[in-house]
């Protein structure tokens, strides 16, 4: 069985940094491309970052280009999102994906999401 | 900022047929497949329509999509009280480098 496990999550200060993990399982990791989504309270979905299965091409929203950083260990099968410099407008539920085809955008198992909460 | 439009909201009584459009550009619909999502509130996402118009395994043929140019659109026929759901499409844009959402249409079954 696919399964996704978003953490890291948590209340940070502004200008704090988190790391999110996303664990995968029951599927040939190194082979699948990732992305992280978030969903701000109340608002809709915002894609956020992508990583292909080697890791080689890598893509952000304008919105977290030089603050996030997009990773990824295909011997851990583990996907992560280091957040740096974050703002108020940062919190959001944020949520890992998997892509079933390359470049097709259809991300067909996400994790539960994990809350980051930006206050001070 | 999505550049995906969709009408914030739909209903329909049970029984009935709802569509939904999202309306992109060249970049974005007009250049590459369209995905639909639905949200259950407090749940994560799920794919619901792949490749304009395809079906995962396990949901119903009820739901149907189809793209025209840098339209495409979501039909739910014989809706169902557990149709009411939040309803986003999706689509690589060229021009931005990225993934973009649209803006979400909310479905009531009345």
């Known amino acids: 069985e696919v399964q996704l496990v978003d953490s890291g999550g948590g209340l940070v200060q502004p200008g704090g940094s988190l790391r999110l993990s996303c664990e995968a399982s029951g599927f040939t990791f190194n082979t699948y491309s990732l992305t992280w989504v978030r969903q701000a309270p109340g608002k809709g979905l915002e894609w956020v970052s992508y990583i292909s299965y080697s890791g080689r091409t890598i893509y952000y929203a304008d919105s977290v280009k030089g603050r996030f950083t997009i990773s990824r260990d295909n011997a851990k099968n583990s996907l992560y999102l280091q957040m740096n410099s974050l703002r108020v407008e940062d919190t959001a539920v944020y949520y890992c994906a998997r892509e079933a085809v390359l470049k097709s955008g259809d991300f067909d198992y996400w994790g539960q999401g994990t809350l980051v909460t930006v206050s001070s | 900022q999505s550049v995906l439009t969709q009408p914030p909201s739909a209903s329909a009584t049970p029984g009935q047929r709802v569509t939904i459009s999202c309306s992109g550009s060249s970049s974005n619909i007009g250049s590459g497949p369209v995905n639909w999502y639905h949200q259950l509130p407090g749940a994560a996402p799920k794919l619901l329509i792949h490749?304009?118009?395809q079906r995962p395994s396990g949901v119903p043929d009820r739901f149907s999509g189809s793209k025209s140019g840098t339209s495409a659109s979501l039909a739910i026929s014989g809706l169902q009280s557990e149709d009411e759901a939040d309803y986003y499409c999706?689509?690589?844009?060229?021009?931005?480098?990225?993934?973009?959402f649209g803006t979400g249409t909310k479905v009531t079954v009345l």
């Open positions: 490749t304009n118009n």
């Open positions: 999706g689509a690589w844009d060229d021009s931005l480098n990225g993934y973009v």
